[in-house]
T-cell receptor, first 116, second 112 residues
Framework: NAGVTQTPKFRILKIGQSMTLQCTQD?????MYWYRQDPGMGLKLIYY???????DKGEVPNGYNVSRSTTEDFPLRLELAAPSQTSVYFC???????????????FGPGTRLTVL | KNEVEQSPQNLTAQEGEFITINCSYS?????LHWLQQHPGGGIVSLFM???GKKKHGRLIATINIQEKHSSLHITASHPRDSAVYIC??????????????FGRGTQLTVWP
């Protein structure tokens, strides 16, 4: 299993540009999450999904959108990039309740995004 | 106020020293996680606790539910232990059930 993969690893955007951060997991996990990590701050939840077709907002959803058309993929969309969205973005997934390690989240390697 | 507070923020140690990192939380939880983030950025899970104590090699994690406090100990620290250690709690509240809240992390540097 590749686990949780994210692309790209790094990206520089200009203000107002848009982009999609890709996240894929091959562990058949139903729960998937997007977090952002700002310097010196704890990870904050942007959006999450409990299964294909179901998404919901986290603590800091403004400026982002998500979709979950398949179990494997959970892309994060930035429509109008702003400097405040400069951060490191982590995708994570978790097995269904009742499965082994169902309380453990598995993290991707992160995407470092800079908006200038 | 953050739901999860860690101390210290930064910690420097000499190889071989005993390390303690503390975590306090203010919300009801169903579990507490200790995570490790290496300089490359990847995050891995070290422990998940809901009570008592767990040990894995030189790492020991304890939790006191009544006092809403957890500690991560590293015995015989080694330079390869240098990383950011993150405490996270899983909420047991209805509206945020299952959501993780993260501390800001403790940067540990172990010198040879």
């Amino acid at each position: 299993n590749a686990g949780v993969t994210q692309t790209p690893k790094f990206r520089i955007l200009k203000i107002g540009q848009s982009m999609t951060l890709q996240c894929t997991q091959d562990m058949n996990h139903n729960y998937m999450y997007w977090y952002r990590q700002d310097p010196g701050m704890g990870l904050k939840l942007i959006y999450y999904s409990v299964g294909a077709g179901i998404t919901d907002k986290g603590e800091v959803p403004n400026g982002y959108n998500v979709s979950r058309s398949t179990t494997e993929d959970f892309p994060l969309r930035l429509e109008l990039a702003a400097p405040s969205q400069t951060s490191v973005y982590f995708c994570a997934s978790r097995p269904p309740t009742g499965y082994p390690a169902h309380n453990e989240q598995f993290f991707g390697p992160g995407t470092r995004l800079t908006v200038l | 106020k953050n739901e999860v507070e860690q101390s210290p923020q930064n910690l420097t140690a000499q190889e071989g020293e005993f390390i303690t990192i503390n975590c306090s939380y203010s919300v009801g939880i169903s579990a507490l996680h200790w995570l490790q983030q290496h300089p490359g950025g990847g995050i891995v899970s070290l422990f998940m606790l809901s009570s008592g104590k767990k040990k894995h090699g030189r790492l020991i994690a304890t939790i006191n539910i009544q006092e809403k406090h957890s500690s991560l100990h590293i015995t015989a620290s080694h330079p390869r232990d240098s990383a950011v250690y993150i405490c996270a709690v899983r909420s047991d509240r209805g509206s945020t059930l299952g959501r993780l809240y993260f501390g800001r992390g403790t940067q540990l540097t172990v010198w040879p």
